[in-house]
Nanobody, 120 residues
């Protein structure tokens, strides 16, 4: 069982930056794929980025490519999402998720989410 807790959300002006953290407990993230997703009000949850911990292979949604970076922490239980050049369209609740599969179709473990609000 993996418990995930997101942090780092908040209010930022357009053009600003935030770094989200996803901390795991129960197990280390070694061998897992960790993904970041977001859900804006009235919208469906969408994929943002993912990374396979062991290989470092990462993927990004087109809408965040070049602005967001997913990375591993120095210990095997934290994943970060560095978000730069934020715009109001990035406003959403951001969730991290984890799964043992290399390319999960459905992630087994989810955090509770952290709110990101970008003002214009």
């Amino acid at each position: 069982q993996v418990q995930l807790v997101e942090s780092g959300g908040g209010l930022v002006q357009a053009g600003g930056s935030l770094r989200l953290s996803c901390a795991a407990s129960g197990r280390t993230l070694s061998g897992y794929t960790v993904g970041w997703f977001r859900q804006a009000p009235g919208e469906e949850r969408e994929f943002v980025a993912s990374m396979h911990w062991s290989s470092g292979t990462s993927y990004y949604a087109d809408s965040v490519e070049g602005r967001f970076t997913i990375s591993r922490g120095s210990v095997n239980n934290v994943v970060y999402l560095q978000m730069n050049s934020l715009n109001p369209e990035d406003t959403a609740v951001y969730y991290c998720a984890a799964d043992r599969a290399f390319s999960p179709g459905n992630y087994a473990y989810w955090g509770q989410g952290t709110q990101v609000t970008v003002s214009s």
